[in-house]
């Protein structure tokens, strides 16, 4: 494991379950009703790349790997290396992008 | 206790607000330059804008016993015209020698555009130029990664010595090269697109408590001026030292402050 995560935090693990279990069982609940109510939604799957983006990040939460939160945030990120010339005619900030091909589990 | 919030829009906050984060214990903002949620139509527009950031927003704050500085720039989103931003370039170095002024802020990428980033090294120069601090804002959301990396390879590519440039708005995925690379990294505690109190603290716990502040970028969005607060009860809750607490809140943003011989606080 990467140094950085081995006993930073000063609670125990047991303390941290304590304090955080139930403010993150509830956000977990909000992650399995935002996907229900995606399933519920009138029409086709729009084959919306954001969606298929978050349903990527939640195996990173279900692995045991370290840095999840790091990891998630990079399979959001834009990794090109093209820079446009101006922003004219670009939409706001999606929060994903299309998903590359390789593997980043 | 004392903090101090070292990037919030408080042009775009109510009087109340000041109050509240003076009870707080807030000591002191800085204020860093930016979009007003349009783009102004004229560089009078930032002409007044500056005023009201160097003569009426540190009289305002001095009610509560708040003091109040500034940082001058056109921002990233109202760049893109490097035409019209050249001629708001030129009226800052004026506004330079107001008393409450501690450098160039907050410069950086909106889009990752080249126009962008040919104005946001014209303004690392400015800062060269006249031996300024810098306070950089970094995109958000997907574009947080590249942008970041672009700002501090233009950054780089100064004379400008990493200790003197702060790297706004870091995340989990950024916060590491910052660091590395020997700028000091803030954190934002913004309700939807940033980091939670919680986050900022594992952050803290990963990380190192060196060179790194937190601060509430309250603006005209959703956004909490007592977010500072909040994040030093989180640090608290989970356990974490008083003198821990204080030195990310108040003593870290007091070191790289204190590099412009304008941030002065009151006995
Ligand atoms: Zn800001």
Redesign the pocket.
């Known amino acids: 494991m990467p140094q950085d995560i081995v006993n930073t935090c000063p609670q125990t693990r047991e303390g941290v379950i304590n304090t955080y279990f139930l403010e993150h069982r509830a956000k977990l609940l909000d992650i399995a009703a935002y996907l229900d109510r995606v399933d519920r939604g009138r029409g086709d799957d729009p084959q919306d790349f954001r969606d298929r983006a978050f349903r990527e990040a939640l195996k990173i939460l279900s692995s045991d790997v370290p840095h999840r939160a790091r990891r998630i945030l990079e399979l959001f990120s834009d990794m090109s290396h093209e820079i446009p010339q101006s922003a004219e005619g670009m939409k706001g900030a999606a929060g994903a992008v299309p998903l590359a091909t390789e593997d980043r589990s | 206790m004392k903090y101090i919030d070292p990037?919030?829009?408080m042009v775009s906050r109510t009087t109340d607000d000041y109050q509240r984060m003076a009870q707080s214990g807030c000591v002191a903002v800085t204020e860093?330059a930016?979009w007003a949620g349009f783009d102004r139509s004229s560089v009078q527009g930032f002409f007044d804008y500056y005023r009201q950031l160097t003569e009426y927003e540190p009289r305002r704050a001095a009610q509560f016993g708040i003091r109040h500085f500034s940082w001058l720039c056109i921002?990233p989103k109202e760049a893109d015209d490097p035409g019209f931003a050249r001629e708001v370039i030129a009226i800052i170095p004026d506004f330079l020698e107001r008393e409450n002024v501690l450098g160039i802020g907050?410069i950086g990428l909106n889009k990752n555009t080249r126009n962008e980033l040919i104005i946001l090294e014209e303004q690392i120069a400015l800062a060269e130029k006249h031996n300024q601090l810098v306070l950089v804002?970094t995109p958000h959301l997907e574009d947080k990664l590249k942008g970041t990396r672009l700002i501090m390879d233009a950054l780089a590519a100064s004379k400008i010595e990493p200790g003197r440039v702060l790297i706004?708005?870091v995340e989990e995925h950024t916060v590491g090269e910052v660091l590395d690379r020997g700028f000091w990294a803030g954190m934002?505690l913004y309700p939807d697109t940033k980091v939670t109190p919680q986050r900022a603290t594992d952050i803290i716990e990963m990380y190192g408590h060196e060179r790194i502040w937190m601060n509430s970028?309250g603006?005209w969005g959703c956004s909490d001026p007592l977010a500072v607060p909040k994040a030093r009860l989180e640090m608290a809750r989970r356990g974490h030292a008083q003198t821990l607490i204080d030195k990310v809140t108040f003593d870290n943003p007091l070191t790289f402050l204190s590099q412009s011989p304008n941030f002065q606080l009151d006995e």
């Open positions: 990037h919030i829009h860093p930016f921002n907050e804002h706004d708005h934002t970028a603006d």
